[in-house]
């Protein structure tokens, strides 16, 4: 029976993030209270509370639920590939896709860029956007450092900081766009730009070596 309870509460424990996710990216994280969140759940407001303490926690919790496991498998990615510019390339397409196909993530990135109103009670929320960011960084940065100085023109590695810092920014509008209009194939953008951007920065794609 201790069991079954338990598998129970962690039913509804994830009842409550997908109904929250789903209320914050139609309503906004301001505007949805945790009687709504417990109404579309299907469960009281003291079983919220069982589980969360606020907006705030059932976010975390959503991020962990949703965006922890594509993070780890893009990072996975990059680290096995034997070629750096494929498995970086490999990576922005797996995460894209993933986000393309996935009505979760498509909603979480969507709160993220448009229905999270950043009000002082709702201003930790930032740091889901600065760790995506410190990670994405992080990923870029690893696969321009195994880069041999014969893929950069000059033959010299250009800042890699910087390099990483502009691709992060080009991807993130295309995304930002993509959640907005829903047009167009997600993972083809991003490659594309990404591609766009390290050709520029100085890179010799496969097509450009001699």
Not at 5 to 24: C, G, P, S, W, Y
Not at 104 to 133: G, M, N, W
């Amino acid at each position: 029976m201790a069991r079954k309870t338990k598998e129970e509460a962690e039913r509804t424990r994830k009842t409550l993030i997908h109904a929250a996710l789903m209320h914050f990216s139609e309503h906004g994280v301001a505007h949805t209270t945790l009687n709504d969140i417990s109404k579309a759940a299907g469960v009281t407001k003291g079983a919220f509370y069982w589980h969360f303490k606020n907006k705030l926690e059932i976010f975390e919790a959503i991020v962990e639920e949703y965006s922890a496991p594509l993070d780890q498998k893009t990072i996975a990615i990059v680290e096995q590939a034997e070629d750096p510019l494929a498995g970086l390339f490999d990576s922005l397409e797996y995460f894209s896709s993933e986000v393309e196909k996935s009505p979760e993530l498509t909603a979480l990135f969507t709160v993220s860029f448009y229905k999270c109103e950043y009000t002082r009670e709702l201003t930790p929320l930032l740091k889901f956007d600065q760790q995506e960011v410190a990670k994405t960084k992080e990923i870029i940065i690893a696969a321009l450092k195994k880069l041999p100085d014969s893929s950069w023109q000059g033959k010299q590695p250009g800042n890699l900081d910087f390099i990483a810092a502009i691709a992060i920014d080009a991807v993130t509008g295309v995304l930002l766009r993509w959640c907005r209009d829903r047009e167009g194939s997600l993972p083809e953008q991003v490659v594309n730009t990404a591609k766009v951007v390290l050709s520029g920065s100085g890179i010799l794609l496969t097509s450009q070596k001699p």
